[in-house]
């Protein structure tokens, strides 16, 4: 009976100290070990730049950074291999670095109201790629290679990005299975 309990004890601390998934870290001063970080929210925080120890987590599935002042994207976004959901949404970048492109295991990319003016061309190896969301950014146009993307993104978000009808005719001949939002005086069938 008591080697029951020890075991049963000891199963209860393992657990209580071990990553857990699910729990939301919303301050890098809660992190006490790199990782054990899966999702991370940082909205609202006034940050300038991307804190590098953002970069050492391994584990890190979800990276909300929204709603700051964020003006670049660094190339160390590559070691964040397992990211599903990238929210960048309402910061300053003008641009992404291309080893955004290395982010096989993304399924959302959130970028809006951002002055971007352009995508990589790297992008289009984001082979899990179902969400791209970059409305009210000066984006009028893909990349070409984002042909590669038609077979898994199942959503492009271009609202008030202000394309031409010749834009949009591209990006629909580009993507034809992709369901797309333009504004609201567009005509396309998509």
């Known amino acids: 009976m008591k ?4 075991i049963i004890v000891f199963l209860l601390c393992c657990f209580s100290i071990s990553a857990q998934p699910d729990r939301v870290y919303k301050s890098l ?9 899966y999702i991370l929210k940082l909205t609202y925080k006034r940050m300038k730049s991307i804190p590098p120890e953002i970069f050492t987590f391994t584990n890190l ?13 660094p190339p160390e976004i590559a070691n964040l291999t397992h990211l599903e959901v990238l929210n960048l949404e309402r910061n ?17 990319l959130d970028l809006n109201r951002n002055p971007l003016q352009s995508l ?4 289009s190896q984001l082979s899990s790629l179902e969400r791209l969301i970059i409305w009210s950014t000066g984006i009028t146009e893909v990349p070409l290679t984002f042909v590669a993307l038609d077979a898994t993104l199942k959503l492009l978000d271009m ?6 009808e ?8 580009l993507l034809p ?14």
């Open 3 to 6: 080697r029951h309990l020890l």
């Open 29 to 37: 001063k809660d992190v006490k070990h790199a990782e054990d970080v």
């Open 61 to 73: 599935r979800e990276l909300n950074l929204g709603c700051n002042f964020i003006d670049s994207v």
């Open 92 to 108: 300053w970048l003008h641009h992404l670095p291309e080893e955004i492109g290395s982010l096989h295991n993304l399924v959302r």
């Open 120 to 123: 990589p061309e790297t992008m």
């Open 159 to 164: 609202r008030e990005c202000y394309l031409t």
């Open 166 to 173: 010749e834009q949009m005719a591209a990006i629909c001949e």
């Open 177 to 190: 299975n992709v369901k797309k939002y333009w504004n609201l005086s567009c005509r396309c069938q998509n």
